[in-house]
């Protein structure tokens, strides 16, 4: 026959302790053997922390409980969800010393926030009401622009998704693959591939931004790079999370082309109307026939701050240590691909409208995301001098020209002539063009 009863055991005067129990049945005259497990006497813990406090109503983040008086009593602790238990792993691992509890969230029907209570013996809970969980819903994203930029990072890239909310640091982006990130010991490799991760910036419920990694070390440029989106800062739960393993399904549009820093040496012709609509020649090196879709011409415009406009360093930056003009930027009204990508050191492009009817000169790049990332590289070498300067001119006015008959040299006198550029000057008389100025 078994008996099932309760006690209240004494208080052990040197706190949590173990010690073997026996019982009594005649004021302890006779006293049963040993009972198989110790009886642990310890202090009422407190929980003041979770890490991580969110995940999917679907269950299985792994959070770690944090506080004080924290014991491992045969491994039989509990964590509570709401009103639902799992099991809680004791961890004295960390390096500060403080031990913790570790658990995965069950799952749970609804988005809601919960309370979360640890039970050392897995019968007593703290009752902490102050810490809370937050479930989420399924969520998903579908296209981010821009798809590439520079392998040194920084570009900034804005995802549409629906169903995203405002979690704080927890906000992150992911670029790669894999099961763990890159790292100096984990080199990216297509059989093998790892991922980083950055910070997000919420915006709107169906917009975040961030701001790409570097290239993952050993990737290379002609590799495509998932992109996630994670609400509670883990990649195994990044979007959506309808499957097993949470992981977003990989998606043609949601993939981010690296490549390598573009350098512009030269420009024919190097001047133009400011109407636009000259074709250009551009002379550089890691231009891409691949992302001809993408592939824009830039001018920014120079101010007489910026550059000198007279003298011997006519074109050349005040400042030596200067990279970029302060003016408005303007962009080709079409990818070179309608024009021509002739290959990986030569582009044609249309000039672009200028930013103002004046004549000035304007800084001249080449960007591969559709303008996002200029990174004002020239040379080593160019071939008119570094950097790469455009001239737009407005055409100029003609008041006379002396003789109006006769003999073959004209004096042509007016207004808005500039200095000879990369190209040469003509004059055209009626259909006929001068063969020399």
Not at 100 to 106: I, Y
Request: glycine share 10%; with cysteine.
């Amino acid at each position: 026959m078994t008996i099932f009863t309760e006690f209240k055991a004494s208080k052990y005067p040197y706190g949590a302790a173990f010690t073997l129990l026996s019982v009594s049945l005649n004021d302890g005259l006779d006293l049963s053997a040993l009972a198989a497990d110790a009886f642990a006497w310890y202090s009422n813990p407190t929980m003041t922390e979770m890490q991580l406090p969110l995940g999917p109503r679907l269950g299985e983040t792994n959070v770690a409980l944090l506080g004080s008086g924290f014991i491992n009593l045969r491994g039989v602790a509990k964590c509570k969800f709401g009103t639902i238990n799992t099991q809680a792993i004791f961890d004295d691992s960390s390096l500060d010393g403080n031990p913790m509890f570790r658990c995965n969230s069950p799952p749970w029907p609804v988005p809601d926030w919960v309370s979360v209570e640890i039970a050392m013996d897995c019968q007593v809970f703290t009752k902490a009401k102050n810490v809370k969980f937050q479930y989420y819903g399924e969520f998903d994203i579908h296209s981010a622009v821009p798809a590439g930029g520079p392998k040194v990072g920084g570009t900034s890239i804005t995802i549409i998704g629906v169903r995203l909310f405002m979690s704080g640091n927890y906000l992150s982006c992911f670029f790669g693959n894999g099961k763990a990130e890159c790292s100096a010991d984990l080199l990216y490799s297509p059989q093998s591939p790892c991922y980083k991760a950055v910070r997000a910036v919420f915006q709107t419920p169906t917009r975040v931004t961030c701001i790409t990694p570097t290239m993952p070390e050993g990737g290379l440029v002609t590799c495509n790079y998932p992109i996630r989106v994670g609400l509670n800062g883990q990649f195994s739960q990044s979007c959506p999370n309808f499957q097993t393993g949470y992981q977003c399904a990989l998606k043609s549009g949601l993939a981010f082309t690296y490549y390598d820093d573009v350098y512009v040496t030269g420009l024919s012709p190097n001047s133009g109307h400011v109407m636009g609509g000259t074709e250009l020649t551009v002379y550089g090196s890691n231009f891409r026939t691949d992302l001809a879709s993408r592939t824009r011409c830039m001018l920014t415009r120079c101010t007489a701050t910026d550059i000198f406009t007279t003298g011997d360093r006519v074109g050349q930056f005040r400042n030596p240590n200067q990279q970029k003009c302060s003016g408005d930027d303007v962009i080709s009204p079409s990818a070179p691909g309608n024009v021509g990508i002739i290959s990986t050191t030569m582009i044609r492009c249309w000039s672009p409208l200028a930013s103002t009817a004046e004549t000035h000169f304007a800084l001249f790049d080449i960007s591969l995301n559709k303008g996002i990332s200029i990174q004002h590289k020239h040379g080593p070498t160019c071939k008119d001098g570094c950097p790469v300067m455009y001239h737009y001119y407005a055409l100029p006015q003609l008041a006379f020209n002396s003789p109006s008959i006769g003999p073959l040299i004209v004096t042509v006198n007016g207004v808005g002539f500039i200095g000879a550029q990369n190209t040469q000057i003509r004059c055209k008389f009626g259909a006929v063009e001068s063969a020399q100025v």
